[in-house]
C-alpha cells in the first residue's frame, strides 16, 4: 500500500519550517538514536518514521546512531537487529552507521576542557555520599568536598581514572553547575564514570564511560544534527544539553525538541520490561508475535507499510496518550483486505463424506484470489468425496439464526457445490466424528433452477489434497489495557495469548513462502511463520477480519 495523503503537519514540522524561513538552517539533518540493549519496538517505530520521515520530506538526512555508552547491557546482536529493522521499515541512514563510542576520543577532549575551564571536577565520594548531598525537588542539594580541587589535581585525576588507576565506583567526573538548581540533572551530574567493561565496538580501549546527558549532545553537534528529537522524560534534560554545548569549544549548536512517546494499550513498550518478558520466558523470545516489537509484529504478519501508515495516523505531539491497540489493527486489516489473496483453511476439522460423489474422483476447480480484484487471478482447490469443515459451522438442531450446515438443510460449500446433510456418525463421547451428505450436481457455481436457495456460504478443503497445518491465534499480550501502571505487571499476562490449532489448508498453500499473507475466509488474516515448512506448515493469524474485540470490550 502506497502511502496516500501526504504527512500531516505537527509542531516539529512548524519549528522546522520557521528554522528554515529564518535562515537558521538551509536543511534538516536528524537523527535516530537507539540503545543496542534491546529489540526495537512499536514506540521506536515512532521515533524512526518521524526522524526519517523529516528527513525524506525536507530532502535532508537521517543518521542511525547507536548510542552505546552502557557496555554492558549491550551487544552486537542488538546493533544487527535494530539495523535490519529500520531497513525493513523502509529507511536508509544517511553514510555509515555511527556510534557514540566513535567520539570518545572527542569526548574525552571535551571533558578535559570542561575540567581546564573550572567547570568539571573528579569526585571521590561514593555512589551512596553523592546521593546523600544531591538534595530532593524541594530541598537544594550541598556541594561536595571534591567540588574546588584544582584545575592540575583534577586533570591528573582524570588522566588517573582513564589510565585504569582507579576502582568502579570510587570516584566519577562531574559537571560543576548548581547544587540548587531546581533542575535535579543540573545539580552536578555525572559525566563520566569507571566500568572495566569490555565494549562491543572498541573492545576494551576505555575503563571510562561518558554518560548519555554528556555524550548525547556532543554527538549531535559533532554529527551536525540541526533538530535533536527526542521524548517528554529529557524535557529537563535540555537544560544540561545546552550547557554542555555552550561551555564546550564546539561550533555547531544542535537543538533538542521533545514530543510524546507512544503507549499502546494491552501491551508495553519499554524494554527493560520486555526484557523481563523474554528472559522469564513469558514469550518464545524478542521476535514472539504477541511481542510490541518490529520483529514480533513482522512475524506476526504485519507489513512495513502497514507501521508507517500507523504513525501517520497516530500524529506527532506534546501531549501523553494511550493509543488503541484497534487503532494499528485497523492500518493492516485495511491494507490485508485489498493485497491479500483468499485461501480457504479449516482451523478446527470436521470429516464431511458426500455419499453420492464417485469415490475416486478429484475435481480441479477455479476460484477467485480476491472477490473483487481480478487482476489477481485465480487458483485450483480440489473437491472430492471427502472434505473437512469447521466444526462450529455444523449442528444437529438449530434455529433460523444458525446460517450454516444443520442435518436434513442444504450450505453452500464456497467456490463449490450445495450440500445436504443426512446423518452423522459419533465416537462413543458424544461427539460427531463425520457427518454424511449428498451434493447437487448441478450447483456448481449456480442456483438450481427449481428456487432452492441455501442459507449460508461456509469453506471447506477437500480431504485428499489438504495439507495438515497448524494455526497460531494470538491475543492481547495482557488482560488489561495498561499493563505499565501495574505494581507486578506481570500478573496481568494473559494466560490465552496464544491458541495453537491444528487443521487443513488447501494445496495451493503448500507452495506459500515465509511471511507470505492471505486471507483465510471467515478465520482472519493469516501469514506463513518463518519456521514453517512444507510439510509441517504453520500459520500466524496477524488479526481478525473484524474487529471483534471492540465488541467484547466496549
Ligand atoms: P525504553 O524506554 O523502551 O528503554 P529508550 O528511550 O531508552 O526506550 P532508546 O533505544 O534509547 O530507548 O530510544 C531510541 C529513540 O527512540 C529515542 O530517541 C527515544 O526517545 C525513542 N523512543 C523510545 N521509546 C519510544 C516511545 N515509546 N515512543 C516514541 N519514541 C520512543
Ligand atoms: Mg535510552
Known amino acids: 500500500m502506497a502511502e496516500t495523503a ?163 565506583g570510587s570516584c566519577s567526573l562531574r559537571a560543576k553547575i548548581d547544587m540548587a538548581s531546581a533542575f535535579m540533572c543540573m545539580r552536578d551530574p555525572i559525566i563520566y564514570r569507571v566500568k572495566f567493561a569490555h565494549h562491543h565496538q572498541t573492545g576494551d580501549a576505555w575503563c571510562i564511560y561518558p554518560m548519555y546527558d554528556f555524550t548525547h549532545c556532543i554527538s549531535d553537534a559533532i554529527e551536525g544534527i540541526t533538530h535533536s528529537l527526542c521524548t517528554l522524560e529529557f524535557q529537563d534534560n535540555r537544560r544540561l544539553y545546552d550547557w554542555v554545548i555552550e561551555n564546550i569549544s564546539i561550533e555547531r549548536t544542535p537543538r533538542q525538541y521533545e514530543f510524546s512517546r507512544l503507549n499502546l494499550e494491552y501491551t508495553v513498550l519499554s524494554k527493560r520490561k520486555l526484557i523481563q518478558l523474554v ?93 473483487s480484484d481480478d487482476s489477481m487471478g485465480t487458483r485450483k482447490i480440489a473437491f472430492s468425496r471427502e472434505l473437512w469443515i469447521e466444526s462450529e459451522d455444523f449442528k444437529e438442531e438449530a434455529n433460523k439464526k444458525f446460517k450454516r450446515l444443520v442435518l436434513d438443510k442444504e450450505v453452500r460449500l464456497r467456490n463449490a457445490y450445495m450440500i445436504k446433510a443426512l446423518r452423522v456418525d459419533k465416537n462413543s463421547d458424544g461427539d460427531i466424528t463425520t457427518i454424511y451428505c449428498t451434493y447437487d450436481p448441478e450447483t456448481l457455481g449456480k442456483d438450481p433452477e427449481d428456487g432452492r436457495k441455501a442459507k449460508g456460504v461456509i469453506h471447506w478443503v477437500g480431504a485428499a489434497q489438504a495439507s495438515a497445518a497448524q494455526f497460531n491465534l494470538y491475543d492481547r499480550l495482557f488482560t488489561v489495557a495498561n499493563p505499565a501502571a501495574q505494581d507486578d505487571f506481570g500478573a496481568t499476562i494473559n494466560g490465552e495469548s496464544l491458541v495453537v490449532k491444528h487443521g487443513y489448508v488447501e494445496p495451493a498453500l503448500i507452495e506459500a513462502e515465509v511471511l507470505q499473507r492471505f486471507q483465510f475466509e471467515r478465520t482472519g488474516y493469516f501469514c506463513v511463520d518463518p519456521a514453517s515448512k512444507s510439510e509441517q506448515l504453520v500459520f500466524n493469524r496477524t488479526v481478525e477480519l473484524r474487529d471483534t474485540w471492540a465488541k467484547i470490550s466496549g
Open 6 to 168: 501526504p504527512r500531516p503537519t505537527n509542531f516539529i514540522r512548524q519549528i522546522i519550517d520557521k528554522d528554515i524561513a529564518s535562515g537558521l538552517h538551509n536543511t534538516v539533518v536528524t537523527r535516530f538514536p537507539p540503545e543496542p540493549n534491546g529489540f526495537l519496538h512499536m514506540g521506536h517505530a515512532k521515533s524512526i518514521c518521524l526522524n526519517f520521515g523529516l528527513a525524506e520530506d525536507y530532502k535532508g538526512s537521517c543518521n542511525l546512531r547507536f548510542d552505546d555508552t552502557n557496555p554492558e547491557k549491550e551487544n552486537i546482536d542488538f546493533v544487527n537487529s535494530i539495523k535490519h529493522d529500520v531497513e525493513w521499515l523502509g529507511f536508509e541512514w544517511q553514510g555509515k552507521e555511527r556510534y557514540s563510542s566513535d567520539y570518545f576520543e572527542q569526548l574525552y577532549a571535551y571533558a578535559l576542557e570542561l575540567i581546564n575551564k573550572g567547570l568539571a571536577y573528579v569526585d571521590f565520594s561514593s555512589p551512596e555520599e553523592v546521593r546523600a548531598l544531591r538534595g530532593t525537588l524541594t530541598e537544594a542539594g550541598k556541594n561536595s568536598p571534591y567540588r574546588d580541587t584544582s584545575v592540575a589535581e583534577n586533570v591528573m585525576h582524570f588522566e588517573k581514572m582513564r589510565a585504569g588507576e582507579y576502582q568502579e
Open 279 to 371: 528472559d522469564e520466558n513469558h514469550v518464545s523470545g524478542w521476535d514472539d508475535p504477541r511481542m510490541p516489537t518490529i520483529a514480533g509484529i513482522r512475524r506476526r504478519g504485519y507489513t512495513a507499510d502497514s507501521i508507517r501508515e500507523f504513525c501517520k495516523r497516530i500524529g506527532v505531539t506534546k501531549m501523553d496518550n494511550m493509543v488503541e491497540m484497534s487503532m494499528l489493527e485497523a492500518c493492516i486489516r485495511d491494507e490485508l483486505n485489498a493485497t491479500a489473496p483468499r485461501r480457504m483453511a479449516v482451523l478446527d476439522p470436521i470429516k464431511v463424506v458426500i455419499e453420492n460423489y464417485p469415490k475416486d474422483q478429484v475435481e480441479w476447480i477455479d476460484a477467485a484470489n480476491h472477490p
